[in-house]
């Protein structure tokens, strides 16, 4: 595994963690989904494996990758269930690992084409969008006072999670190397972070947010393997990493004419 890439990676990933944290502290759920929702820990994973592996185990990992991503809706709704209900940052993680893992490891015995890939991701994030409804509007408990060290200890905690996540996918078929690129580090470095800090419902209130956000998310994987089928992998990347980002702008551009 090079170090530059890994480097890469981690970094990009702590700064948008830290970046959500920073507008979780001070605006509303919503713009802090928006932030995580971006491909900050996938998109340098893809960048890395474009670099050493051939089209077609990117087009299978992206396919991989594409179901595992159904798998946040069920971590998300187990995660703001038990937040809501008073329980610790420990359990309530567990909910969110132990929902992840349950489908993801469900839907690794299917062979799935990218049709029922999809199919799947929306009967999942329908469901979702429902369940979810309660939890949206959570505050903060209030605004917690800034201390030095907080962003060293932020920027260390994410770090730390991606580079142990990385470092023991590197020696895995495409199947498995999909499933783990989307494992969800930041929304739990997020959960790390900031369930004591505001509290469990507003951070379920963020991840809630975020559901619909990752419809973009699922556009930056279909453009992967749809491209890198084709033997295109940088142009799949280059779109793919664009669709989430213009999907985000769209939905806050909605989000601010209904409150207009």
């Known amino acids: 595994m090079l170090l530059l890439p890994l480097a890469l990676k981690a970094l990009s990933t702590a700064i948008i963690v830290v970046a959500a944290a920073y507008v979780a502290e001070r605006t509303r759920p919503?713009?802090?989904?928006?932030?995580?929702?971006?491909?900050?820990?996938?998109?340098?994973?893809?960048v890395m494996l474009a670099?050493?592996?051939?089209?077609?185990?990117?087009?299978?990992?992206a396919l991989a990758s594409i179901v595992a991503n159904a798998s946040i809706v069920p971590a998300v709704l187990a995660y703001a269930w038990l937040a809501n209900r008073g329980h610790g940052v420990a359990?309530?993680?567990?909910?969110?690992?132990?929902?992840?893992?349950g489908l993801a490891l469900i839907t690794r015995h299917v062979?799935?084409?990218?049709?029922?890939?999809?199919?799947?991701?929306?009967?999942?994030?329908?469901?979702?969008?429902?369940?979810?409804?309660?939890?949206?509007?959570?505050?903060?408990?209030?605004?917690p006072a800034a201390r030095w060290?907080?962003?060293?200890i932020r920027v260390t905690l994410v770090v730390s999670?991606?580079?142990?996540?990385?470092?023991?996918?590197?020696?895995i078929g495409p199947a498995a190397t999909?499933?783990?690129?989307?494992?969800?580090?930041?929304?739990?470095?997020?959960?790390?972070?900031?369930?004591?800090?505001?509290?469990?419902?507003?951070?379920?209130?963020?991840?809630?947010?975020?559901?619909?956000?990752?419809?973009?998310?699922?556009?930056?994987?279909?453009?992967?393997?749809?491209?890198?089928?084709?033997?295109?992998?940088?142009?799949g990347i280059a779109v793919g990493l664009a669709t989430p980002v213009i999907w985000s702008l769209i939905v806050l551009a909605a989000s601010r004419f209904r409150a207009s």
């Not at 359990?91 to 893992?101: C, D, Q, T, Y």
């Not at 060290?149 to 060293?152: A, E, K, S, W």
């Open 149 to 152: 060290f907080d962003i060293p």
């Open 178 to 235: 999909g499933l783990l690129a989307l494992l969800p580090v930041a929304y739990s470095s997020f959960i790390i972070l900031m369930h004591r800090r505001l509290g469990g419902p507003a951070v379920a209130a963020a991840l809630c947010n975020g559901l619909l956000m990752l419809v973009g998310f699922i556009g930056f994987l279909v453009a992967i393997q749809v491209f890198a089928s084709r033997g295109q992998v940088w142009l």
């Open 30 to 46: 919503f713009l802090a989904a928006m932030v995580l929702s971006l491909p900050v820990s996938a998109g340098p994973g893809y």
């Open 51 to 61: 670099l050493d592996q051939p089209p077609p185990f990117i087009a299978a990992a």
């Open 161 to 171: 999670l991606v580079v142990f996540v990385v470092s023991i996918s590197s020696s």
């Open 111 to 143: 062979e799935w084409t990218l049709a029922s890939a999809l199919l799947l991701n929306a009967v999942w994030f329908a469901i979702g969008m429902v369940a979810s409804r309660r939890w949206l509007n959570a505050r903060p408990l209030g605004r």
């Open 91 to 101: 359990v309530s993680l567990a909910g969110l690992l132990g929902g992840w893992f």
